[in-house]
């Protein structure tokens, strides 16, 4: 199981640096407020998407065994899922600033694969299935890429198709999208407390002791 995370981590690290999809995905769409002018004043109007509280004083034993799970698993594989994303930022910026041709592009990409499975591969075997599984579906967030799309891209259809069959065996689904509002709303409210400064408390409160310190390989220690 743990070559399957292995595997997937692994690939989806390098198949974030081809050319063809870091530059074409990891840009954002930008989207334009509405406004109306009121006199002097300008009120921008937009949706804010409804905030789901969860009773957790009414918590059945059962559901709060599965949000400790959560809360844990999710300390382990949010972190590097930012962290790939922010090499991936770092490397679009660094081949627009300095104007790379594509064989230079190829040949930093080339060494900067060997390098990730290198420094990662250690990391990603410690992780349990279910924590490589939530970090590949983060990363799915923070990039707007499913894993079955970037291995049918950089790997070939016939491989994301062998690893969409392995990972139904153990009831992931590698097409299916991250979705915010529905089947991952559960990780997306965590994801908000992260962004609010919020999740160290919350780990506290769960657990009674600190947000354990993941594995920063020495090179990307900032």
């Known amino acids: 199981m743990k070559n399957l995370v292995l595997f997937l981590a692994a690939a989806l690290c390098a198949a974030l640096f081809s050319p063809s999809l870091s530059a074409q995905n990891t840009r954002r769409e930008l989207k334009v407020m509405e406004y109306y002018v009121n006199g002097q004043d300008?009120?921008?109007i937009d949706e804010i998407p409804p905030a789901v509280i969860h009773p957790r004083q009414?918590?059945?034993k059962r559901d709060w065994v599965k949000y400790y799970k959560r809360v844990h698993?999710?300390?382990k594989a949010y972190p590097y899922a930012l962290m790939i994303s922010e090499i991936i930022q770092e490397t679009d910026s660094l081949f627009e600033?300095?104007?790379?041709?594509r064989r230079q592009?190829?040949?930093y990409l080339g060494k900067m694969k060997d390098d990730l499975l290198k420094d990662f591969d250690p990391i990603?075997?410690?992780l349990t299935l279910?924590?490589?599984?939530?970090?590949?579906?983060?990363i799915d967030r923070e990039c707007g890429m499913t894993p079955y799309y970037i291995l049918k891209n950089y790997l070939g259809g016939a491989t994301a198709s062998f690893w969409q069959g392995v990972a139904k065996l153990f009831k992931g689904n590698l097409k299916q999208p991250y979705d915010r509002f529905g089947e991952d709303k559960d990780l997306e409210e965590l994801v908000g407390y992260w962004e609010r400064g919020e999740f160290d408390n919350l780990y506290w409160l769960v657990f009674g002791k600190p947000r354990p310190e993941i594995i920063i390989p020495e090179r990307f220690k900032k």
């Open 105 to 107: 592009r190829d040949k």
């Open 58 to 60: 009414t918590m059945s």
């Open 42 to 44: 300008t009120i921008f």
């Open 124 to 126: 990603f075997r410690k």
């Open 73 to 75: 698993n999710f300390s």
């Open 97 to 101: 600033a300095e104007h790379y041709t």
């Open 130 to 138: 279910k924590q490589g599984l939530m970090m590949i579906r983060l």
